[in-house]
């Protein structure tokens, strides 16, 4: 069987690429830039944009499945064109459809929802990745995070995780109609994941907690806009139950525990020296 992977290039999409690769099935990958991809060989990379219907017809073809990511361009704003998209994949008889889904669902999830195809929403909480682009640096060059909300809980999840259960529901089947919330095996404060992170690197990481006002004024140091700010001090100061309550799903579909804080933090460290 044939799996086509949108985002194949991006954090979740890679490791999705990898899954189906290691279970044996041939893959496609969608990208705008396919000069460079760089994805494993053996993959067979098709130029397109989902913020263009008009460039999707081949990519669909002879596909038993596709994976999707629900936005378009490096803004992140939702694809536009859901209802052409779910279109395209039905005349081009798709079987089966992921979505790594966001906060809130749109045009996408809603066209899905009215056809016949088997699809899965997989919502993932936060990735464990977002360590790494907002707290590389502080450990690397000066030992310590800065962040606001220090007690905040997250039951983050690890971003293979996410894509070994794309992986399943696309070759397996099964899961139509679902909506799968995905996180990791346990909910850490923020505080405790510094630890963590110390203890996989072999260091010991300081932490300082910002009020509100420092968090915005060093954000806006690094050049970060208005909006994004806001939405940071708005996901980390209320974070929704839904983003530290440990749900089983990750092993009840991939038959294996959900990968812990601590083993990808052993697994990134270098990032981190
Ligand atoms: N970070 C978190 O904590 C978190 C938590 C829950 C959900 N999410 C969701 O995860 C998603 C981001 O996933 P990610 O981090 O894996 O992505 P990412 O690393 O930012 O990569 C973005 C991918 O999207 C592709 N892309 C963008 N615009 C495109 C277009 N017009 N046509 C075709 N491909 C396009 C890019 O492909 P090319 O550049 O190769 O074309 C790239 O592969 C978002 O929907 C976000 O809401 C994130």
Same mark, same amino acid.
């Given at each position: 069987?044939?799996?086509?992977? !949108?985002?194949? !290039?991006?954090?979740?999409?890679?490791?999705?690429?990898?899954?189906?690769?290691?279970?044996?099935?041939?893959?496609?990958?969608?990208? =705008?830039?396919? &000069?460079?991809?760089d994805?494993? &060989?053996?993959?067979?990379?098709?130029?397109? %944009?989902?913020?263009? +219907?008009?460039?999707?017809?081949?990519?669909?073809?002879?596909?038993?499945?596709?994976?999707?990511?629900?936005?378009?361009?490096? %803004?992140?704003?939702?694809?536009?064109?859901?209802?052409?998209i779910?279109?395209?994949?039905?005349e081009?008889?798709? /079987? *089966?459809?992921t979505?790594? #889904?966001?906060?809130?669902?749109?045009?996408?999830? !809603?066209?899905?929802? &009215?056809?016949?195809?088997?699809?899965?929403?997989?919502?993932?909480?936060?990735?464990?990745?977002?360590?790494? /682009? @907002?707290w590389?640096?502080?450990?690397?060059?000066?030992?310590?995070i800065?962040? +606001?909300?220090?007690?905040?809980?997250?039951?983050?999840?690890?971003? *293979? %995780?996410?894509?070994?259960?794309?992986?399943?529901v696309?070759?397996?089947?099964?899961? #139509?109609?679902?909506?799968?919330?995905?996180?990791?095996?346990? &909910?850490?404060?923020?505080?405790? /994941?510094?630890? =963590?992170?110390?203890?996989?690197?072999? /260091?010991?990481?300081? $932490?300082?907690?910002?009020?509100?006002?420092?968090? =915005?004024?060093?954000?806006?140091?690094?050049?970060?806009?208005?909006?994004?700010?806001?939405?940071?001090?708005? !996901?980390?100061?209320?974070?929704?139950?839904?983003?530290?309550?440990?749900? +089983?799903?990750?092993?009840?579909v991939? #038959?294996? +525990?959900a =990968?812990? $804080?601590?083993? @990808?933090?052993?697994?990134?460290?270098?990032?981190? *020296?």
């Amino acid at each position: 069987m044939t799996f086509l992977v !949108t985002g194949a !290039t991006g954090t979740v999409g890679r490791l999705v690429v990898a899954e189906l690769l290691e279970a044996g099935q041939r893959v496609r990958a969608l990208t =705008r830039n396919p &000069a460079e991809a760089d994805l494993p &060989a053996g993959v067979e990379v098709v130029g397109g %944009d989902l913020g263009d +219907p008009g460039t999707l017809g081949r990519a669909f073809d002879g596909v038993t499945g596709v994976h999707l990511i629900n936005f378009a361009g490096d %803004d992140y704003a939702p694809l536009r064109h859901g209802e052409q998209i779910v279109e395209l994949l039905a005349e081009a008889g798709v /079987k *089966r459809v992921t979505v790594l #889904g966001g906060r809130v669902d749109g045009p996408l999830e !809603t066209a899905l929802a &009215a056809s016949e195809l088997e699809w899965t929403l997989l919502n993932p909480v936060e990735f464990m990745s977002n360590t790494l /682009k @907002w707290w590389a640096d502080g450990v690397r060059y000066q030992g310590v995070i800065r962040e +606001p909300f220090g007690g905040r809980l997250s039951a983050m999840v690890h971003e *293979r %995780d996410i894509a070994a259960v794309a992986a399943r529901v696309l070759v397996e089947g099964g899961h #139509g109609g679902r909506t799968y919330t995905l996180t990791g095996p346990e &909910a850490l404060r923020t505080t405790e /994941k510094v630890e =963590r992170l110390g203890a996989a690197i072999g /260091k010991e990481i300081g $932490f300082e907690e910002l009020t509100e006002a420092q968090a =915005r004024e060093m954000w806006a140091g690094f050049g970060m806009g208005q909006e994004t700010i806001e939405f940071l001090i708005d !996901t980390l100061g209320n974070t929704p139950e839904v983003g530290y309550t440990v749900v +089983p799903t990750v092993e009840e579909v991939t #038959g294996r +525990p959900a =990968r812990s $804080f601590s083993e @990808w933090a052993r697994e990134n460290a270098a990032s981190f *020296r």
